[in-house]
Nanobody
Framework: QVQLVESGGGLVQPGGSLRLSCVAS????????MGWFRQLPGKEREFVAA????????YYAGSVEGRFTVSVDNAKNTVYLQMDALKPEDTAVYYC????????????????WGQGTQVTVSS
């Protein structure tokens, strides 16, 4: 079972930036695609961004496109989420996830979840 460990959450002022990291214990056939999700209290977990370990194509939710950037470092088995121009409505617990396909991530059915990291955007 692949393990995912997120880090990098915290408190930031509106307009600020944070970078989240997610280290995967290994890359396997069913963790070819990596994604980020977020969840507010009482709300469903929502898709934020995704990228495969190989290739340059990235996928974003409309609410974050142009402000967030997903990237991977294969040498470190790490996926990043660079969050810029943060807004109070970006406040949530952010989760890393892995799946065989990007579609599985977009349909919110990944094979593996991380434990989550809190991001709070407030002045």
């Amino acid at each position: 079972q692949v393990q995912l460990v997120e880090s990098g959450g915290g408190l930031v002022q509106p307009g600020g930036s944070l970078r989240l990291s997610c280290v995967a214990s290994e890359q396997t056939f069913n963790t070819i695609s990596m994604g980020w999700f977020r969840q507010l209290p009482g709300k469903e977990r929502e898709f934020v961004a995704a990228k495969r370990w190989s290739g340059d194509t990235t996928y974003y939710a409309g609410s974050v496109e142009g402000r967030f950037t997903v990237s991977v470092d294969n040498a470190k088995n790490t996926v990043y989420l660079q969050m810029d121009a943060l807004k109070p409505e970006d406040t949530a617990v952010y989760y890393c996830a892995a799946a065989s396909t990007v579609r599985e991530l977009q349909d919110r059915i990944p094979s593996t979840w991380g434990q989550g990291t809190q991001v709070t955007v407030s002045s």
